[in-house]
C-alpha cells in the first residue's frame, strides 16, 4: 500500500493521501509565489510511490527533476523550519518528449487521431470553416482514407474543393472560400513548427505509463518552451493527450494510488476564447477521468481562469500567494477564499495577500473525500536540482531511455496524400488518351478503382486502403478512423 508523502506543514505536518491523488487539484497563485517548486514536490512525491506523472515544462527548467539537488540557503532554511532530519536530495526517473523532436523524444499524433474539433482550435477556424473540416474528415472516413499528417489533410481538402459539385448532393455546398482558409492556415501551422506533431509512429499510451527498475513511476517532461510561443497549439495538445487517456484506460474506480497524474501548467491556456461545445467536453473528461485512475492538477496564475463547473472537481487545494491590486485581482482573492472549508482561527482572504514565497494555503482530501479545514502552511522543499540540465546531461538521459529508436525516425506510409497523388496521375494519363470519364464515374473510379483502356485493372481508394488496413492490423493507426469524446465529429463513438 502506498503511503502518504509530506506536502507542507502548518500547525501539524500536511500529507497527501494517495487514494485522493485522483480526485484532481489546483495550483494557483502570481507569478514567483512558489507554484513550480510545488509541481515539484507533488510530482517527486508521485513518483516515489510508484505512480508515473506528466508534466508540461513552460520555463524549461523542470528537467533538473532527474538530478539529485545542491544545499543552498533558502532549502536549508526550510528544511529547518520543517524539522526535516531525513530530509535528502535525489533525483526522479525522467524521459523526455519534445513535439518538435529536439529536447526529447518526438511526440507524434496523427490528424485522423485528433480528429475535426481540436484541430479546428489549432487551426483558428471559424464555424462555417469549422463546418468544411468537419465534412472534409467524414469524407476521408466514409471512403477509409486515413489522415496521418499534413500532407494528407492539405490533399483530402484539394481533392474535396476540386470535387464539391460532386459532394454537393450529399453533404450541401462545400465553400471553396473555406477549404482556401484551411489549407492557408495548415501552411502557418508548418510554417510554425507544428507540422512535426502530425505522424507516424503515433505515441503509445502504455509508453507514458512506466516504472522504473525500482519501482519509481517514470516523471514525462514535455519540452514545451518552444511550443508555449503559439499558446493554442500547446492547450490543445495537452487537451488532446487528456482526451487519449480518458477514451483508451479501462474503468478502475477508486484505487490504492492513480495510475498517472497529469499536471496541466498555465491551464487558463486551455479555457481562453473556446467554444461552449468544447468546454462542454472537457469538464465531461475531467469528471469521468478520475475512475480511469488519471489525477489532474491544474497550475494557473488566478482560480477565476478555470471554468466553475471543472474547478468545482478540484477536491486538492494549494492557494499561493495573489495580489490585490485591480478590482479583478480583489474578487479572484473573495473567489478563492469563498472555496476552502472555513478555518475559524484564519482569515483565508487577508492570508492570501500575505502569503511569502513558498508558503500556500493548502486544503487536501481526507481519507474519506472530504475536504480538510484551509491551514497556512510552508510548502516541503523539492528534493531534484532547481534548475535545467545542460544539453550533454539531457541527450545523456534520451539515449539511455527505454523507448529511444521508437520515436526518433518518422514513418511515412501511403495514406490519403500518396492515393490522391496517384489517382491524379492516372487521371492526367487517361486525359491524354481519348478516354471519356463521366463526372459520376470518374468520382466513382477515384473511390473505388476502374478498368484502364488494355484491360488493366487500376484499383481505387477504398480498396487500397482496405489493403493496407489487413498490413497494418495491430497498428493503433489502422484502427483510428473511429474518435472519441473529442475527436469525433459527434462526439461519441469508440474505436475499432
Known sequence: ??????????????????????????????????????????????????????????????????????????????????????????????????????????????????????????????????????????????????????????????????????????????????IGAIQRNLLMLEDQGAGKFFGEPALNLDDLIQTAPDGRGVINILAAETLMQNPRTYATALLWLLSELFERLPEVGDVEKPKLVFFFDEAHLLFEDIPKILEDKIEHVVRLIRSKGVGIFFISQNPLD??????????????????????????????????????????????????????????????????????????????????????????????????????????DRDSAAEMLAARATEKAEQQAAPAKIGAAGGLSSVLFGSTGPRGGRREGMVEAMAKSAVRTVGSSVGREIMRGVLGSLFGRGRRR
Not at 163 to 169: P, T
Not at 345 to 360: F, N, P, R, S, Y
Open 1 to 178: 500500500m502506498a503511503k502518504p508523502f509530506l506536502l507542507a506543514q502548518a500547525a501539524a505536518p500536511i500529507f497527501f493521501d494517495p487514494k485522493m491523488g485522483n480526485r484532481h487539484g489546483l495550483i494557483a497563485g502570481a507569478t514567483g509565489t512558489g507554484k513550480t517548486a510545488t509541481l515539484r514536490v507533488l510530482a517527486e512525491g508521485f513518483s516515489a510511490m510508484g505512480v508515473p506523472v506528466f508534466v508540461a515544462d513552460v520555463k524549461g527548467d523542470l528537467a533538473g527533476l532527474a538530478k539529485p539537488g545542491a544545499s543552498n540557503p533558502k532549502i536549508d532554511q526550510r528544511v529547518k523550519q520543517l524539522g526535516l532530519d531525513e530530509f535528502a536530495f535525489a533525483g526522479s526517473p525522467v524521459a523526455f518528449w519534445d513535439l518538435f523532436g529536439t529536447h526529447g523524444h518526438p511526440l507524434r499524433t496523427t490528424v485522423s487521431e485528433m480528429g475535426p474539433l481540436l484541430l479546428s482550435r489549432v487551426l483558428n477556424l471559424n464555424d462555417t470553416q469549422e463546418g468544411v473540416l468537419n465534412l472534409v474528415f467524414r469524407i476521408a472516413d466514409e471512403n477509409g482514407l486515413l489522415l496521418l499528417d499534413l500532407d494528407d489533410l492539405r490533399a483530402m481538402c484539394r481533392f474535396v474543393g476540386e470535387n464539391s459539385s460532386e459532394f454537393k448532393a450529399q453533404y450541401g455546398n462545400i465553400s471553396t472560400a473555406s
Open 306 to 411: 478555470i471554468p466553475e463547473d471543472v474547478i468545482g472537481q478540484l477536491g486538492n487545494r494549494i492557494q499561493h500567494a495573489l495580489r490585490s491590486f485591480t478590482a479583478r485581482d480583489q474578487k479572484a482573492v473573495r473567489a478563492a477564499a469563498e472555496t476552502f472549508r472555513i478555518n475559524p482561527q484564519l482569515d483565508v482572504a487577508a492570508a492570501i495577500t500575505e502569503l511569502g514565497v513558498g508558503e500556500a494555503l493548502v486544503s487536501l482530501l481526507d481519507e474519506n473525500g472530504t475536504p480538510g479545514i484551509v491551514e497556512r502552511a510552508l510548502v516541503a522543499p523539492p528534493r531534484s536540482q532547481l534548475g535545467p540540465l545542460t544539453p550533454a546531461e539531457r541527450a545523456s538521459l534520451v539515449q539511455s531511455s527505454t523507448v529511444y529508436g521508437i520515436y526518433e525516425k518518422a514513418v
